[in-house]
């Protein structure tokens, strides 16, 4: 357990000291998503004829937000695989002591936790513009780890892609931009007959839905977990780790077995 706390540190670190090199880049970066929601959210208010209240605001910005975290962390994961190919030390990272599963889920927690903070700063400076409501519901904080929990699942599977392939990221954004449009992050696909099933096999779907229903319909958690589409949801977050994990191993023997684990 030591070990694994030495590596989320020596991550952190890392992540920290980026982000004070690159400062400028990761202000811009704030600054486009948070014009990026106001823009929705003005143009969903113009299509409703100003109906888009409150409420609905707050049902865009946590589907939103969630997927922020997705994205950046599928980015981030994928691309660091690609940094250290660029530096020539991909090899010393899979062939280390510690198993390379254990270093990527120690990347991937420091990640989620970089994230998550940089998304918590730009609710702070959008839900005063817009005033958005701000329902304190700590339940919503479980449903929302297991939610980015699947879609980090499917960031090992990129990752392990891109030791056989070399170069993934020309598919990370259509699959960012999928999530955005195809999970309900925006807005509800329950009123959409075909693609609101075929959502609930994406990542983010099924998460950002009782996420909703616990901050804005007020359901108690336990009421939450005893519905079959909790149950659905978290044999979707199970399945996509899995599948992962799955696909990384298998990525990272091939590699080895090629000796293609050092080339680039």
Request: charged share 10%.
């Given at each position: 357990?030591?070990?694994?706390l030495e ?39 113009l ?43 991909l ?34 400076i ?7 409501p ?9 449903i ?41 992050a ?21 998460g ?17 977990l ?30 080895v077995?090629?000796?293609?684990l050092?080339?680039?």
């Open positions: 357990m030591s070990q694994f590596l989320v540190q020596a991550e952190w670190d890392k992540q920290w000291r980026i982000a004070r090199s690159y400062w400028v880049t990761l202000l811009a970066d704030q600054l486009f998503f948070i014009l990026g929601f106001l823009i929705v959210a003005g143009l969903f208010d299509i409703s004829e100003g109906n888009f209240d409150g409420w609905a605001r707050l049902s865009a910005l946590i589907g939103y937000l969630t997927w922020r975290v997705a994205g950046g962390c599928m980015v981030e994961m994928s691309g660091s695989v690609a940094v250290d190919a660029g530096y020539g030390t090899e010393q990272v899979w062939l280390s002591y510690y198993p390379a599963v254990i270093i990527l889920f120690a990347r991937g927690l420091v990640l989620v936790l970089f994230y998550t903070l940089r998304t918590l700063g730009m609710a702070l959008i839900m005063p513009l817009l005033q958005i701000f329902p304190f519901v700590p339940s919503v904080l479980p929302y780890f297991l939610t980015i929990l699947g879609v980090q699942g499917l960031s090992f599977g990129l990752a392990g892609l891109h030791l056989i392939y070399k170069n993934v990221s020309p598919i990370v954004m259509p699959i960012g931009t999928t999530l955005l449009f195809l999970t309900g925006l807005a509800p696909l329950d009123g959409i007959p075909i693609l609101y099933p075929l959502s609930q096999f994406l990542p983010l779907s099924g950002i839905e009782l996420m909703r229903t616990l901050a804005i319909d007020n359901v108690p958690l336990a009421e939450i005893s519905r079959p589409q909790f149950g659905w949801f978290l044999l979707n977050t199970v399945g996509y780790v899995i599948a992962g994990l799955s696909l990384m191993r298998w990525a990272q023997k091939r590699a077995l090629e000796g293609s050092a080339h680039y």
